[in-house]
């Protein structure tokens, strides 16, 4: 049976999301078992099978996946015959058309429209969430629509130690950022909270329904080995995914 947490958001009738948990698939080893990266070291055999297992779950949707590079570029998935591209968002306003992202302890974020008649996502690692991935999927969406967003679990702020550089980068966007930070042990380091980041980016383009991720230890990849994969944890590890999709 599919592993997946249904997100708890306002999200109006007809638009649905999901995003997988590592249970329920067939891979085997540090990819088990729901993996669905097709580039980790997967046998794609199983990869296939996964991914076959996700769309089942998905009602009659087709999830696109992206190659998603740590940028800001956003793409259209025009239709039930989108292919991959390179890009680290995606919108749509077709039916069954699942935006999908994957991750293993970036952050994914969810979207939609208070009419449903768009959706995206957005796959926000700390570049991309610095160079303004969450911004770049907003700007999907029509100025006077009413967006809200939903944060997926990602590497929680207990476990996400960076450098002195990565926090000096939030933190020359807007000075607030510096309270997402706290010091680690080792000078220079420090431990951040990627989806208190996230929020404030969202609550600064003016999106104040933000659902999901709070940075409890609920939401966290690296304390949670048996329900998430996590890159930062485990070196050679699987891929999650969370969509949005138009029923």
Partial sequence: MLGALIPDWPAPPGVLALCSTREGGVSLGPYASLNLGDHVGDVPAAVAENRARLQHGLQ???????????????????????????????????????????????????????????VAAAHAGWRGLAAGVLESALSAFAADDRVMAWLGPCIGPAAFEVGSEVKAV??????????????????????????????????????????????????????????????????????????????
């Fill in 170 to 247: 939030f933190e020359a966007h807007s000075g607030d950022a510096a309270s997402c930070f706290r010091p680690a042990a080792t000078e220079g380091k420090w431990f951040a909270d990627l989806s208190a980041l996230a929020r404030r980016r969202l609550q600064a383009a003016g999106i104040a329904s933000v659902h999901g991720n709070d940075g409890t230890p609920e939401w966290c990849t690296v304390g949670q080995p048996s329900r998430f994969f996590s890159h930062r944890r485990d070196g050679v590890s699987g891929r999650f995914a969370a969509c949005v999709w138009r029923a």
């Fill in 60 to 118: 009659g949707a087709r999830p696109v996946f992206l190659n998603q590079v740590h940028a800001t570029g956003t793409i259209e998935l025009d239709g039930p015959d989108s292919h991959r591209a390179s890009a680290d968002a995606c919108f749509t306003t077709h039916p069954l058309v699942a935006c999908t992202i994957m991750v293993a302890d970036c952050l994914p974020v969810l979207f939609c429209n208070e009419a449903g008649t768009r």
